[in-house]
């Protein structure tokens, strides 16, 4: 595999992914882009890909993985919790071949976080805790 990788590298990887036609968007998020990141951390990428199966998409994500350092976490969008799609998009945009589709779904991803919140805290922190507070 290869010792070190910049984001050039990353982008000329997946474009020779037999599917890169199908790539939809890629971010870099995670502690790497909120200056958090240590020498221990690992480095995370989001592919969104326009495939609905998701037993493809588990199959595309690991042949991605193979094609990068253990240090790199290859994640597909539709396949994470939707508290850390959250968190991707405060991550940055490295590929797009649509930004207002990208803009679509970052908005509709925050719509159906805020409609979960109350029930995602109410499941962290009980009913007793958030009572009162501001969700």
């Given at each position: 595999m290869y010792k070190s990788m910049n984001m050039d590298n990353i982008l000329d990887q997946i474009e020779?992914?037999?599917?890169?036609?199908?790539?939809?968007?890629l971010y870099l998020f995670g502690s790497s882009c909120n200056g958090k990141a240590?020498?221990?951390?690992?480095i995370d990428l989001?592919?969104?890909?326009?495939i609905k199966d998701k037993k493809k998409l588990y199959k595309l994500m690991f042949k991605i993985t193979a094609l990068f350092p253990d240090k790199y976490d290859i994640q597909m969008f539709q396949l994470l919790p939707l508290y850390i799609k959250k968190e991707v998009f405060k991550?940055?945009?490295?590929?797009?071949?649509?930004k207002k589709y990208v803009h679509d779904i970052a908005r509709k991803t925050i719509e159906e976080?805020?409609?979960?919140?109350?029930?995602?805290?109410?499941?962290?922190?009980?009913?007793n805790k958030i009572e009162g507070a501001i969700l």
């Open positions: 020779l992914l037999p599917i890169f036609d199908k790539l939809t968007f240590t020498k221990r951390s690992d989001c592919f969104y890909y326009d991550g940055e945009l490295l590929y797009s071949i649509d976080y805020d409609d979960f919140k109350p029930r995602y805290k109410y499941i962290l922190y009980g009913k």
